[in-house]
T-cell receptor, first 112, second 114 residues
Framework: SQTIHQWPATLVQPVGSPLSLECTVE??????LYWYRQAAGRGLQLLFY??????ISSEVPQNLSASRPQDRQFILSSKKLLLSDSGFYLC???????????FGEGSWLTVV | GNSVTQMEGPVTLSEEAFLTINCTYT??????LFWYVQYPGEGLQLLLK?????DKGSNKGFEATYRKETTSFHLEKGSVQVSDSAVYFC?????????????FGDGTTLTVKP
């Protein structure tokens, strides 16, 4: 069966520091991968999605970037965090033939 | 473009009460529809889905029917439990070149009291 994991689960970072959140999917190949952000008390915002290695689409202009160095690995990064980057970040995947999206456990980021 | 409108929360119910969370959508074509549940501090879990008109998705006592005529996908449960307390998200799947870009509602927080 397929599984998705992301880490770290919780992160407290100072303003101006870098960020790296990592996500891996197991049990499938060539998945579509996604990064969402959920601000406190609000819905989901799609940040990035990827249909293959090295292929990244950005949905909203922001202080973050994403990379896909391997087929089942998706990384969310920032060079300098802002206070407004705080939130709950969710990695997700989808198999190409399906439109059902499955989510990871989420990562809480607090920028102080 | 596509959009999803959910009933605003929070919703507070007593245990064993009947639950309805309304969800309506706007979309071109006939997208798949989903309900996800998010328990405190966790990611979203797929609760149920329906892929075409008049389909009924069901899981863990929850049900939702894909109503094309009213563009709705309301979530229902006959008797809620304290453990159902969570945030519920309605979503519609993308179509064509946007197949993977689901559109989510803002979520409805449900609190069930014993």
């Amino acid at each position: 069966s397929q599984t998705i994991h992301q880490w770290p689960a919780t992160l407290v970072q100072p303003v101006g520091s870098p960020l790296s959140l990592e996500c891996t999917v197991e049990g499938t190949s060539n998945p579509n991968l996604y990064w969402y952000r959920q601000a406190a008390g609000r819905g989901l915002q799609l940040l990035f999605y990827s249909v293959g290695i090295g292929q990244i689409s950005s949905e909203v202009p922001q202080n973050l970037s994403a990379s896909r160095p391997q087929d089942r690995q998706f990384i969310l990064s920032s060079k300098k965090l802002l206070l407004s980057d705080s939130g709950f970040y969710l990695c997700a995947w989808r198999q190409g033939s399906s439109n059902t999206i499955y989510f990871g456990e989420g990562s809480w980021l607090t920028v102080v | 473009g596509n959009s999803v409108t959910q009933m605003e929360g929070p919703v507070t119910l007593s245990e064993e009460a009947f639950l309805t969370i309304n969800c309506t959508y706007t979309a071109t074509g006939y997208p798949s529809l989903f309900w996800y549940v998010q328990y405190p501090g966790e990611g979203l879990q797929l609760l149920l889905k329906a892929t075409k008109a008049d389909d009924k998705g069901s899981n863990k006592g929850f049900e939702a029917t894909y109503r094309k005529e009213t563009t709705s996908f309301h979530l229902e449960k006959g008797s809620v439990q304290v453990s159902d307390s969570a945030v519920y998200f309605c979503a519609l799947g993308g179509l064509g070149t946007n197949a993977g870009k689901s559109t989510f509602g803002d979520g409805t927080t449900l609190t069930v009291k014993p």
